[in-house]
């Protein structure tokens, strides 16, 4: 019988970490009876309200995610009333803009920002490497030699990897 391989997963516990987190501002939104509102969304709306009406492109460059994972997000946040879509400038693009749903909540928005902040920093100065530094040293390990290169010489080494298809 062949190992999984997915049985080890150093990350699986950060990924969970976070989910976990975020199921909790998710509460937060459900205490208050924002409906239709995800943790994820909240930054994009912040920015929209801070910045004014953007293109996909403007507002995934704000928040420093692809064109194509921002698009479906607009897509899901559109669909959640939060946003309104209109052709942009030229044809092929989006204006993304708050509806008044959105407008209306975002006092409170950048109020829970603040506060996930302030608990996020309270915890770290809980715990006796923070995570904020954990990052950190990560991107500078990852300065000195990338995560394609570290994976790569695995394969190199790896005959399932290596091996052509039959």
Same mark, same amino acid.
């Given at each position: 019988m062949t190992q999984d391989p997915t049985e080890i997963s150093h990350w699986r516990?950060? +990924?969970?970490?976070?989910a976990r987190m975020d199921e909790d501002i998710a509460r937060l939104y459900t205490e208050a009876r924002i409906d239709g509102l995800k943790p994820s969304y909240v930054m994009e709306l912040i920015?929209?309200?801070l910045r004014g009406p953007m293109t996909i492109k403007e507002l995934a460059e704000a *928040?420093?995610?692809t064109h194509s994972a921002l /698009?479906?997000?607009?897509?899901?946040m559109r669909r959640a009333g939060l946003v309104e !879509? *209109? !052709?942009? =400038?030229? =044809?092929r693009s989006k204006q993304v803009m708050l509806t008044e749903r959105a407008t209306g909540m975002i006092d409170r928005?950048? =109020?829970?920002?603040?506060?996930t902040e302030s608990a996020l920093a309270e915890l770290e100065a809980e715990i006796p490497y923070p995570l904020g530094q954990v990052v950190l040293d990560v991107e500078r390990a990852l300065e000195r +030699? /990338?995560?394609?290169?570290?994976i790569a010489e695995r394969l190199a080494a790896d005959p =399932?990897?290596? /091996?052509?298809e039959p």
């Amino acid at each position: 019988m062949t190992q999984d391989p997915t049985e080890i997963s150093h990350w699986r516990a950060l +990924r969970l970490l976070q989910a976990r987190m975020d199921e909790d501002i998710a509460r937060l939104y459900t205490e208050a009876r924002i409906d239709g509102l995800k943790p994820s969304y909240v930054m994009e709306l912040i920015k929209l309200h801070l910045r004014g009406p953007m293109t996909i492109k403007e507002l995934a460059e704000a *928040v420093q995610r692809t064109h194509s994972a921002l /698009s479906q997000k607009v897509a899901a946040m559109r669909r959640a009333g939060l946003v309104e !879509t *209109v !052709t942009g =400038a030229d =044809a092929r693009s989006k204006q993304v803009m708050l509806t008044e749903r959105a407008t209306g909540m975002i006092d409170r928005l950048m =109020a829970e920002w603040r506060a996930t902040e302030s608990a996020l920093a309270e915890l770290e100065a809980e715990i006796p490497y923070p995570l904020g530094q954990v990052v950190l040293d990560v991107e500078r390990a990852l300065e000195r +030699r /990338s995560f394609h290169d570290r994976i790569a010489e695995r394969l190199a080494a790896d005959p =399932a990897w290596i /091996s052509p298809e039959p």
